[in-house]
């Protein structure tokens, strides 16, 4: 695949910096190629600078500069497994076939770290827990005016939902059950990984786990890897800062071949390999069966020659240096740029780091209780030896015989119930002496059992945690989970870190489904056919965690919170509890299966209660309104009663005011009547002396007096 440099500019080395435009063009078609080991020369040339064969000696390189710096590590892991397995050392001192006794100090301490973990973690069915991120009120339609809205069922308006209530929860339901079926059905190898995990790491100190798609199985895979086969520079803090990441892949030729057949691997002919895995598996070097070790390291080289290095993953045969595969470890849509140069590349994650106990140096590699407990155990061994050693000398005997006794046999042993002859001058006894020996120490054995009750503080195996409680008698929930927290501090905080660590890993498993899960897919989860869209994966709305708690790493922890919600439960505060749910809480700490079908559930009332029901509410509500409508009567009487004086009086004046309204009213109108009479009258004169003489002079005068008396009458009334 060639590249055109056209229009490109000079860098300071004097080497051509392509554009940005053509780097990410080549980005690209890196990101796209399955195994960039088949465009890639063996040797540099103009077109590609970098070749198969320096890629593969730069690999090489950096990993065994990484091995040295854990070499430290790698003697105390070896010495910490040997510790574990109780593996015994050739001994001749303080004589050949002395006492060399390997007091399991290491060993019962992995296997209570496992025994408790492992099902804490592994607990029941759901192992997965999605969380939310936001709120989940729903989002509804909206208009210019608003909310859209609707008629509900109920008659009541309600809006129209874009995104209902509740559709987050659903979501992390449905991607919680979906990937608890995966952990536990579908990835075979999880579970028994995390069973030896867990044993793994208190002995060592780590492990690690891969979490990534595989291309063999088509499927999803997190497979543990022992922290002796990943091989990080001891100076790094964390694998997201790690300039270098070296897994060490053991294939067996046939999965060799079907990785050629494929396309995973470049077909090249590689070398049988010489040896096994470690100098004590070594095998036989014809063995045609024996594994072959590969370096599959994550890594950054920069192909695109523009000065900034790309992440890939690069596999090399470790014997011969060829490089087999190599693709690109990062996401073209990640590339960040400034439109003038490439500023970041992030890589992509597969592994994640179980921690132990932290390093106190600050180095990558924690410490387990192999070294916690290496001089503690080697104090111990040698204690219980020499005792032992005493005892065996006390016991066995032994001193001097003199020349005056002469026996019959060469070899003499004493049988129960038989005597042998002898021939002695003198007594016996005088002629034989016995070594004194004072057996074993006190002082020793007070020793030693404070020596093992420092290391059982170290590992937080105490009596009750072991379910001996001694001579304490019975004691309260409340006193054995403050005994069992108090013992537990120290493993608590190492559970933290597993949790943290398992936090990561069903993150990883989170990504991938979202990138390679088909749109809809099927499973069975409780018996239960069940579907989830790729949809579903989103990461923006889901926070993805596992279930189990790290506070409560024991059934001890958990038989006493139950105890002490049923002693709550008989106390005078168990009112302000709810019993149905305490009681589902007990049984659920208790881990009995199907407890709802223990818990008798409310039943709905027959048709002939529902009638009976609604009948007595009917009659219930009829009796509250007559007495509601009685007390409002008897209040309207005492009101009465209490204004009856008030409206007496008011009565009295209302009568009075209306007896002199209706005086006013009769003297006003017969001054009316009076006037309208001398009105008609005097009209009627005027017509009478107009009709008989016309005198003139005297209906003046005559209508002067009417006005006159009309006027009088008008200041009378007023």
């Known amino acids: 695949m060639a590249y055109e440099y056209a229009g490109a500019s000079q860098s300071k080395s004097g080497r051509k910096t392509p554009k940005l435009e053509r780097i990410l063009v080549k980005l690209t078609e890196f990101a796209k190629t399955d195994n960039l080991a088949y465009i890639l020369p063996d040797q540099p040339n103009e077109q590609y600078p970098h070749g198969l064969e320096d890629i593969g000696q730069q690999v090489i390189r950096g990993y065994e500069i990484d091995k040295r710096s854990r070499t430290e590590w790698e003697e105390m892991t070896k010495k910490a497994m040997d510790i574990a397995l109780q593996i015994r050392q050739p001994k001749n001192y303080p004589w050949p076939?002395?006492?060399?006794?390997?007091?399991?100090?290491?060993?019962?301490?992995?296997?209570?770290?496992?025994?408790?973990a492992y099902p804490a973690i592994v607990d029941g069915n759901r192992i997965v827990k999605a969380q939310i991120l936001g709120s989940d009120e729903g989002v509804p339609v909206m208009t210019p005016q608003g909310p859209a809205m609707q008629q509900g069922p109920d008659g009541q308006p309600m809006p129209v939902w874009q995104t209902p209530p509740g559709f987050k929860r659903d979501k992390a339901d449905r991607v919680s059950q979906h990937m608890s079926y995966q952990l536990l059905t579908e990835m075979e190898e999880w579970e028994e990984d995390t069973d030896v995990l867990l044993h793994h790491i208190p002995i060592i100190g780590?492990?690690?786990?891969?979490?990534?798609?595989?291309?063999?199985?088509?499927?999803?895979?997190?497979e543990m890897i022992p922290a002796i086969h990943l091989v990080v520079n001891n100076r790094v803090r964390n694998l997201v800062e790690a300039p270098r990441i070296t897994h060490e892949v053991f294939l067996y030729p046939q999965e060799i071949e079907e990785r050629k057949r494929n396309g995973t691997f470049l077909d090249i002919e590689l070398p049988s390999p010489a040896t096994g895995i470690t100098e004590e598996d070594s095998v036989d070097g014809d063995d045609d069966s024996a594994p072959s070790l590969f370096l599959e390291q994550h890594c950054f080289f920069d192909l695109d020659e523009d000065g900034y290095k790309e992440p890939y993953i690069v596999t090399v045969h470790k014997d011969c240096g060829k490089v087999v595969r190599m693709v690109a470890n990062y996401s073209i849509d990640e590339v960040q740029h400034d439109a003038k140069r490439i500023i970041r590349i992030p890589k992509g994650q597969y592994f994640v780091k179980y921690s132990f106990i932290p390093d106190p140096k600050g180095g990558f590699y924690d410490i387990g209780f192999g070294k916690l407990l290496e001089s503690l155990g080697e104090t111990i061994d040698t204690t219980i030896n020499q005792m032992l050693d005493a005892g065996h000398l006390q016991v066995?005997?032994?001193?001097?015989?003199?020349?005056?006794?002469?026996?019959?046999?060469?070899?003499?042993?004493?049988?129960?119930?038989?005597?042998?002859?002898v021939e002695i001058n003198g007594?016996?006894?005088?002629?034989?002496?016995?070594?004194?020996?004072?057996?074993p120490s006190a002082v020793l054995f007070s020793l030693l059992g404070m020596m093992v009750e420092a290391a059982r503080d170290i590992t937080a195996v105490k009596d009750i945690l072991t379910g001996d409680t001694g001579d304490k008698g019975v004691q309260t929930a409340t006193t054995t989970l403050a005994l069992i927290e108090q013992g537990l501090k120290v493993f608590t905080a190492i559970y933290k870190r597993v949790y943290r660590s398992l936090k990561k890993e069903y993150k990883l498993l989170f990504a991938l489904n979202a990138k390679y899960?088909?749109?809809?897919?099927?499973?069975?989860?409780?018996?239960?056919?069940?579907?989830?869209?790729?949809?579903?994966?989103?990461?923006m709305s889901l926070d993805i965690m596992p279930v189990a708690d790290p506070k409560m790493v024991t059934d001890m922890q958990?038989?006493?919170?139950?105890?002490?919600?049923?002693?709550?439960?008989?106390?005078?505060?168990?009112?302000?509890?709810?019993?149905?749910?305490?009681?589902?809480?007990?049984?659920?700490?208790?881990?009995?299966?199907?407890?709802?079908?223990?818990?008798?559930?409310?039943?709905?009332?027959?048709?002939?209660?529902?009638?009976?029901?609604?009948?007595?509410?009917?009659?219930?509500?009829?009796?509250?309104?007559?007495?509601?409508?009685?007390?409002?009567?008897?209040?309207?009487?005492?009101?009465?009663?209490?204004?009856?004086?008030?409206?007496?009086?008011?009565?009295?004046?209302m009568n009075e005011n209306k007896a002199v309204l209706s005086a006013a009213q009769y003297e006003d109108q017969q001054r009316k009547d009076m006037q309208e009479g001398l009105r008609a009258d005097k009209h009627k004169a005027?017509?009478?002396?107009?009709?008989?003489?016309?005198?003139?002079?005297?209906?003046?005068?005559?209508?002067?007096?009417?006005?006159?008396?009309?006027?009088?009458?008008?200041?009378?009334?007023e």
């Open 686 to 717: 005027i017509d009478v002396m107009m009709e008989e003489s016309g005198r003139d002079h005297e209906l003046s005068m005559a209508e002067k007096q009417m006005n006159a008396k009309m006027e009088q009458m008008e200041d009378g009334r």
């Open 396 to 421: 066995a005997g032994g001193g001097f015989i003199g020349t005056g006794v002469r026996f019959k046999k060469r070899n003499l042993s004493l049988t129960p119930g038989k005597y042998e002859q």
């Open 206 to 222: 780590c492990a690690m786990r891969k979490v990534y798609r595989s291309d063999e199985l088509k499927r999803n895979k997190s």
């Open 97 to 116: 076939g002395a006492a060399n006794i390997k007091y399991p100090l290491v060993t019962v301490a992995a296997l209570q770290f496992g025994a408790r």
């Open 558 to 653: 958990r038989g006493a919170r139950a105890n002490v919600l049923l002693q709550i439960a008989g106390s005078p505060l168990g009112v302000a509890q709810n019993p149905v749910e305490a009681l589902k809480r007990v049984y659920d700490s208790l881990g009995i299966e199907e407890a709802e079908k223990l818990i008798v559930q409310q039943q709905g009332p027959t048709p002939e209660q529902q009638l009976a029901m609604a009948n007595a509410e009917a009659e219930i509500k009829q009796k509250q309104a007559q007495a509601t409508k009685h007390e409002a009567e008897a209040a309207f009487t005492l009101v009465r009663a209490h204004l009856a004086p008030f409206e007496a009086e008011h009565t009295a004046q």
């Open 517 to 539: 899960m088909e749109d809809k897919t099927y499973f069975t989860f409780l018996d239960k056919q069940q579907a989830v869209a790729k949809s579903d994966y989103d990461v």
């Open 427 to 439: 007594k016996l006894g005088d002629q034989i002496y016995n070594h004194q020996f004072p057996g």
